[in-house]
């Protein structure tokens, strides 16, 4: 399984789990102009090819999780390994939501790659930086090190009155 897509499954797992949209969280905007439970055709003219900007300047993959093809979560993906971009996105998320986020820290481990002209070291795993504000959880994780990318999740906080029960 590529390594994008072992990121993404783990990102996803924690994004809250929503069993159906309700009037409350139809309204509820997760990112720019999609809102959750938002029609999958709605997403798909908004985002024909799933790429958008972000702060004039950082290139993302819009990619998005449906449940009976509502909008459950947004996710911006980074597009460029552009360490400027990913620091420029943490500064603006923490001026948008706070400077005191949860941090949890994933996978912590070395990596060396050995070629037959050079050994290289560096540090593999994920940073989330998660802020629930407003019925909203917003998930920044980056990728220090070998991918040094970032990842932008939106989806229904837990607990919030957006949320629907089991």
Sequence with gaps: MPLISLMLASLLQLATPINQ?????NS?????????GMPKSEVQVLYPT????????????????YTKAKLRAV???STAKSQPCAEIVKRSLEEKYGYMPKIEHYNQQTLTIATSTSVSTGWIGREDRIWDVGGLRIILSTFPGVH???NVVYSIAPGSSAQTSR
């Design 50 to 65: 799933y790429r958008a900007t972000i702060l004039n300047q950082c290139p993302v993959q819009v990619l998005s999780t």
């Design 28 to 36: 509820l905007i997760l990112w720019e102009n999609l809102r959750h």
């Design 21 to 25: 949209a309700t009037e409350d969280n």
């Design 75 to 77: 996710i911006l993906v």
């Design 148 to 150: 040094s990318g970032y």
